[in-house]
């Protein structure tokens, strides 16, 4: 495993934009819920740090990570945020179920990045057990909540700059 030495939420925070005047809608799935809720809280805390308004953060949850794609399409269409952050966990079962619904997940995600005008970060953790499902919400591999608000704020600012009128070719 790639991250097995490493805490993959260790980022520097001096090349991160600020986060003010940002709104970001975070989607999360109940199923496993003390996962998404650590994912979360990792989330909400990095955008705050980060100079993001607690009223700028909507957040809405879903009944599991398959209903991701559909709360954070109707969140696209009437709310219009910055960013949309998806977060949540399939933990590998004894049926070949969770192949189904990452692959599912992952594709309407990729697709929803092609044509909307907003970034929609992909949180789902794709795990075999639990353990592992820890050791990214929090333990020793970071929060992948936390990524993904840096993963936010990353590509609102790419956005920023790609608008601009000259480019620093």
């Not at 990095?46 to 879903?62: C, N, P, Q, W």
Request: net charge negative; proline share 2%.
């Amino acid at each position: 495993m790639a991250s097995a030495e490493k805490n993959l939420s260790d980022y520097q925070t001096d090349r991160i934009a600020a986060a003010s005047n940002m709104t970001f809608a975070i989607v999360v799935s109940d199923y496993n819920r003390q996962i998404g809720e650590a994912l979360l809280e990792g989330c909400r805390q990095t955008l705050m740090e980060r100079g993001a308004a607690k009223d700028s953060i909507g957040i809405f949850h879903v009944p599991g990570a398959f209903e991701l794609v559909a709360g954070a399409a109707w969140v696209a269409r009437k709310l219009s945020p910055d960013a949309i952050i998806t977060l949540g966990c399939v933990i590998k079962g004894e049926t070949s179920h969770d192949h189904y619904i990452n692959q599912a997940v992952s594709t309407a995600i990729a697709k929803m990045n092609s044509e909307l005008d907003i970034p929609v970060i992909f949180g789902l953790l794709t795990v075999n057990n639990k353990a592992q499902a820890l050791e990214r919400a929090g333990g020793a591999h970071g929060n992948k909540g936390v990524e993904c608000a840096v993963a936010a704020i990353q590509m609102l600012a790419l956005k920023k700059e790609i608008n601009k009128d000259i480019l620093p070719l």
